[in-house]
């Protein structure tokens, strides 16, 4: 190739992806011991179920492999109807995707147009912002409050605007907190049906008791666009199949999604092991009951040696490194500890933390000791 043809070939893609960051990912085992060459004692930095998924569902798996070489039912239908009875909603306002950030890929391709404006919060699951950048949105981002509750006023006000879409996590990721009943029905009140209201909720079971609410309640009654995010990566501990769903107000938002996501997306066998999560709800509520004592035991750990995180609901906790985050979360692998430092503006100095089993816990909190001692 001649020196004047010689080029890295951005010309051919949009600014609109050219501009994006790199997804924060977490560090992959096999890749942490090729690069670090000593083993993780505790990987923490990806919110993952340390307690696994259910035998049902590894069984389901184990039982389905011999069927690879056939493709999935590109409707997922059994899997579609289980959830929609479970919730009450007919199968064809359910949509599955290869876990939720398929699904938000998906929303923002159905709905957004160059220059239309999107509403989220800060700090933020990154997708909710990069998704609508590279569609050509603009993006606002509000602040949650010092007390680190959510910011209503300020997202009432954005409403008032008529954004094309308001989307945010509650429980929150990546800080954690939870929005209360009350600042969810003001939110309705002030949504215009030219807004749809995408309600991200990765992290719903692990709502402590106090904070639970029915929000698919208020959303059914609203008459409003909406779409519920749910996942099985997170509690049901299946995070390597990769299968989330949508609850949708009604068929018509159903529809724009399967047109807009990949048909095949999601596997013979992730749909398979996520009817038996699904099902197996003693499994569930065992997972989400220990990463929630741990959750308890680990914040009053970390406060006493002086870090401040913020509230959670979640299966981690954000909090305040009092320097990079990145470059902590760069200290503690080299002890074996993986979490996940934060890059986002202005929280570049918090990291996130994900709950693990006791043994993980203390070797966290040990290798925080030994950075200080």
Aim: with cysteine.
């Amino acid at each position: 190739m001649k020196d004047s043809q010689m080029s890295d070939f951005r010309s051919l893609i949009r600014p609109e992806i050219n501009d994006l960051p790199d997804y924060n990912a977490g560090l992959a085992l096999d890749r942490f011991r090729a690069t670090y060459g000593i083993d993780c004692v505790a990987k923490l930095d990806s919110n993952e179920n340390p307690h696994g998924p259910s035998p049902r569902a590894i069984a389901a798996i184990e039982a389905a492999a011999t069927g690879v070489a056939r493709y999935p039912d590109a409707g997922t239908l059994a899997l579609r109807q289980a959830i929609g009875t479970g919730y009450g909603l007919p199968a064809e306002r359910v949509v599955m995707g290869n876990g939720s950030e398929d699904l938000i890929g998906a929303i923002f391709r159905a709905v957004l147009r160059p220059g239309d404006h999107v509403v989220t919060i800060c700090p933020s699951f990154g997708l909710h912002e990069f998704g609508a950048l590279a569609c050509g949105a603009t993006v606002s981002k509000l602040p949650f409050n010092e007390d680190w509750s959510f910011p209503i006023d300020g997202i009432v006000d954005a409403l008032a605007d008529k954004p094309r879409v308001l989307m945010f996590s509650s429980p929150s990721n990546p800080a954690g907190p939870a929005i209360t009943s009350d600042g969810f029905d003001r939110i309705l009140a002030g949504l215009d049906p030219e807004t749809l209201f995408v309600f991200d909720e990765a992290y719903v079971e692990f709502l402590s008791d106090d904070a639970k609410f029915n929000a698919l309640e208020r959303l059914e009654t609203s008459n409003l666009p909406w779409i519920s995010l749910r996942t099985f990566s997170k509690a049901y501990g299946l995070a390597g199949v990769r299968v989330g769903y949508a609850l949708c107000a009604n068929e018509v938002l159903a529809k724009s999604l399967l047109k807009t996501r990949n048909p095949f997306g999601v596997n013979a066998l992730a749909v398979v092991a996520a009817h038996e999560a699904f099902a197996d709800v003693d499994h569930l509520e065992h997972s989400t009951r220990a990463t929630m004592a741990e959750r308890g035991r680990l914040y009053e750990e970390m406060t006493k040696r002086g870090y401040s995180a913020a509230p959670s609901h979640t299966n981690f906790l954000f909090f305040d490194c009092g320097e990079s985050g990145a470059g902590f979360a760069e200290k503690l692998r080299h002890k074996g500890v993986l979490i996940k430092g934060w890059l986002e503006q202005p929280y570049e100095n918090w990291a996130r933390v994900t709950i693990g089993t006791p043994e993980q816990n203390n070797a966290f909190l040990n290798a925080l000791d030994s950075l200080k001692g």
